[in-house]
T-cell receptor, first 113, second 111 residues
Framework: DGGITQSPKYLFRKEGQNVTLSCEQNLNHDAMYWYRQDPGQGLRLIYY???????QKGDIAEGYSVSREKKESFPLTVTSAQKNPTAFYLCASSISGAYNEQFFGPGTRLTVL | KQEVTQIPAALSVPEGENLVLNCSFTDSAIYNLQWFRQDPGKGLTSLLLIQSSQREQTSGRLNASLDKSSGRSTLYIAASQPGDSATYLCAADTGFQKLVFGTGTRLLVSP
């Protein structure tokens, strides 16, 4: 089955700790994205990558970091500098270029204790 | 800066009704408009994508229209079913597939 996997589904972290969220896709998509979803708000773009070894900041990149060493993988690190990290995190991928749909993973719910 | 608004925020209808969900955007310079469905605690499922040059797209009981000049898109659901209950999100592609999302319409279809 082709798709996007995110792990873990639930993640708990103590304040001051960094944590890494996993995102893997086997759709052979070039582009990958990380979004954050908070109650009552739309999804907001954190980082995106159009190609391996290259990525750009989205609207709310502060306190987050990413890497794109492989086409299939786009891990997101939530650092201790992120002031309000408790949220639902969604990863997506698409074929690069205009008019292409984004496909989403099942999400990771991060709770900071 | 592109802003996307969805009205109503919540909608409750009896099974079998036809219904329309609205999405408006402030900047007409979009590449496409995508509609998604989200079930509670789950990721997003892509429903329809309308390219900027298109006026509408259809998939089964769903029909989405796009009017760039007025900054509006609608999602029409025919003969609604309880299984259609979910939150529906629209998103405008502002370039390089950077999507700007609305806050969604929460739909409840009762038997």
């Amino acid at each position: 089955d082709g798709g996007i996997t995110q792990s873990p589904k639930y993640l708990f972290r103590k304040e001051g700790q960094n944590v890494t969220l996993s995102c893997e896709q086997n759709l052979n998509h070039d582009a990958m994205y990380w979004y954050r979803q908070d109650p009552g708000q739309g999804l907001r773009l954190i980082y995106y990558s159009q190609i391996v070894n290259d990525f750009q900041k989205g609207d709310i990149a502060e306190g987050y970091s990413v890497s794109r060493e492989k086409k299939e993988s786009f891990p997101l690190t939530v650092t201790s500098a992120q002031k309000n990290p408790t949220a639902f995190y969604l990863c997506a991928s698409s074929i690069s270029g205009a008019y292409n749909e984004q496909f989403f993973g099942p999400g990771t719910r991060l709770t900071v204790l | 800066k592109q802003e996307v608004t969805q009205i109503p925020a919540a909608l409750s209808v009896p099974e079998g009704e036809n219904l329309v969900l609205n999405c408006s955007f402030t900047d007409s310079a979009i590449y496409n408009l995508q509609w998604f469905r989200q079930d509670p605690g789950k990721g997003l499922t892509s429903l329809l994508l309308i390219q900027s040059s298109q006026r509408e797209q259809t998939s089964g009981r769903l029909n989405a229209s796009l009017d760039k000049s007025s900054g509006r898109s609608t999602l029409y659901i025919a003969a609604s079913q309880p299984g259609d209950s979910a939150t529906y999100l629209c998103a405008a592609d502002t370039g390089f597939q950077k999507l700007v999302f609305g806050t969604g319409t929460r739909l409840l279809v009762s038997p």
